[in-house]
Each structure stands twice: as structure tokens, then as C-alpha cells.
């Protein structure tokens, strides 16, 4: 229910500012980019209220002297994509009343009256805003590609129209973070308000971290034996991130990273402690909380050794 926001101050976490959210609310999502763009990145945060089913959005801003909101009860789920000669840009995508998704993912830009639609991006049918990303991936000086995980998370690389050009061999991403779909028909017993889980995927950074001119997936890859059989219950246990490059048949592994224990909720690819060296960063939960047991997370930070800006 909070927003902390934090400083790397000599490879430690400073906080610099705590923020108050709604304490009925469940974050669902957190990106930050300079959108308006003022020199001043903007953090959007898409959050929900579990009973109601309804997205109460916000963004901040600092200001000079504190971090304002400059979007409040927006409903709308917020999502920053990049990749290769592009700008970090701003998609949004409506939720409805029994749907959970709207058809229609758009680019965001600030306008007159706010955060505006322009570009509907085309997808293939059925996916979300959370489920892909764009980016020249087979490097072949063509239009942009979408990669997208299944909701099986197998990723796949799909053209404008739908095609699904390639589909993975083995499973990525991995995600706890879900919406409880409510669908209001009568089951076999009578009652109604069934609940399913609809999970959001993990995210796909497309970047060229060693400057080759070469399209790089990186990924994260969450393990557990059972999790992803269950639609009601998903946990895991183990994490490491894997990076991809079409080799002309299809993405094949550059590097991973080795697994440890934990799950990663999310993750970033940046300067972290401004040495000037690209690094990985990943959200790490060690310990989940329960109702007499507080959890435990950390930030993992990974020095990828690749010098210049992504």
C-alpha cells in the first residue's frame, strides 16, 4: 500500500520518501519514465481494490519539494515500453466492467487535458498490456516485432497480423501477481461470483547492452515444480534471468545468470549505482507474509560489466 522511493548511496539503499497509498488497494504495477517530458521521470502505478474489481491509477511527479500526484483514480493500467533507438514511451489500456481488459492497447502522450491516447498498437488477438513488448528482434532492419508471452509463458515472436513466427521451447517469466476475474454466472451449485485467477506476466526488456546493433531478450525465468498447474495458487521458489538473440532460427541464450532461491516480482536493466556499467536488477522475494508472519524481499543487483548508456 506504499510507494518507497530510494537512492543508491554507495551500494546502500537510502529512502528518501515514503508515500501513503490507499490502504484498500493492491499494486499491481510500478514504471518510471520521463513522458511529458520535463527532465522529471514520472512513476506510474497501477493498482486495483480487490473487492470492487475496480483500477484506482496514479502517477507522481516531484515537483522541486515533494512527489505530487498529478493523475489520481484512473482507470487505466499503465505500462513503459522501450527498446533500441527508442525512447521510453507510454502505453495504457482500459479495464471494464466485467472485463478485465478493454480491447485496445494505446501510446500515451501528455496533452492539454493530461495523459492522452494516440497509436493503437496492433496486437494479436487476446493479449494484454502486460503480456509483450516491441523491439527490431530478428535484426533484420524490418518493422518492429512483437514478443509476447503466452498464457502459458512461452514466449513467441508474432508479425503485425497475428502470425506467430517463433514460439519457445521452454517455459520464461513466471508471475504471482494476478486479478481475481469475477464471472457472474451461475455454476453448478447455484451460486454465482466465480473466481478465477488472471495472472500478469512478467516483463520482456528488448535492449542492445553491448552496443552491436544486435537486439537483446532479456527475461526473467521463475521455477517451481507445480506452480503454474494451478489456477487458484501459484508460488516459486527459485530465479535467474536469461538473455536471448535471434541466431536466425530463433532466440537462443547468451548468457543466465545463475538460479538462487527466492522469486523475482520484477526487474530493470540500468546504471544502478552510476559507475558507468550496465547492471541487472531484480526484485527479489525471499519470505512470503502471512497473517503472523512478515515477509522478506530485497533488491539483487547483477554488474553486467558492459560500460555506456542503454
Do not use: C
Amino acid at each position: 500500500h506504499k510507494v518507497f522511493i530510494y537512492r543508491n548511496d554507495n551500494g546502500h539503499f537510502a529512502k528518501i520518501k515514503e508515500i501513503e497509498g490507499k490502504k484498500y488497494l493492491r499494486f499491481l504495477n510500478v514504471d518510471v519514465a520521463d513522458i511529458k517530458p520535463n527532465g522529471r521521470a514520472e512513476i506510474f502505478v497501477t493498482t486495483i481494490n480487490p473487492k470492487t474489481g475496480k483500477l484506482d491509477s496514479f502517477v507522481l511527479e516531484w515537483s522541486g519539494n515533494d512527489f505530487d500526484y498529478i493523475v489520481n483514480d484512473e482507470n487505466r493500467y499503465f505500462r513503459v515500453l522501450s527498446y533500441p533507438g527508442v525512447k521510453p514511451f507510454l502505453v495504457g489500456q482500459k479495464k471494464g466492467i466485467t472485463d478485465l481488459f478493454l480491447s485496445g492497447v494505446y501510446k500515451m502522450v501528455w496533452g492539454a487535458t493530461g495523459y492522452e491516447t494516440t497509436e493503437k498498437i496492433s496486437l494479436p488477438r487476446g493479449m494484454n498490456i502486460y503480456s509483450f513488448s516491441l523491439g527490431d528482434i530478428t535484426d533484420l532492419g524490418r518493422d518492429k516485432r512483437v514478443i509476447a508471452f503466452n498464457k502459458k509463458d512461452y514466449l513467441g515472436i508474432y508479425t503485425d497480423d497475428g502470425e506467430n513466427e517463433w514460439k519457445s521451447d521452454e517455459k520464461y517469466g513466471g508471475s504471482e501477481t494476478h486479478i481475481e476475474d469475477r464471472k457472474n454466472t451461475e455454476n453448478e451449485t447455484g451460486e454465482g461470483d466465480i473466481k478465477e485467477n488472471t495472472y500478469l506476466s512478467q516483463r520482456i526488456i528488448i535492449t542492445d547492452l553491448d552496443k552491436d546493433g544486435k537486439s537483446e531478450v532479456v527475461v526473467v525465468k521463475n521455477h517451481s515444480i507445480a506452480s503454474r498447474v494451478f489456477q487458484k495458487f501459484r508460488q516459486f521458489s527459485s530465479t535467474q534471468f536469461e538473455s536471448l538473440s535471434w541466431d536466425g532460427l530463433g532466440l537462443s541464450r547468451n548468457w543466465h545468470t545463475r538460479k538462487t532461491s527466492g522469486y523475482t516480482s520484477d526487474y530493470a536493466v540500468g546504471d544502478f549505482d552510476n559507475d558507468g556499467d550496465i547492471d541487472l536488477i531484480g526484485a527479489v522475494v525471499s519470505k512470503r507474509s502471512y497473517v503472523i508472519r512478515k515477509g522478506r524481499s530485497s533488491i539483487i543487483a547483477y554488474d553486467l560489466g558492459i560500460t555506456g548508456k542503454n
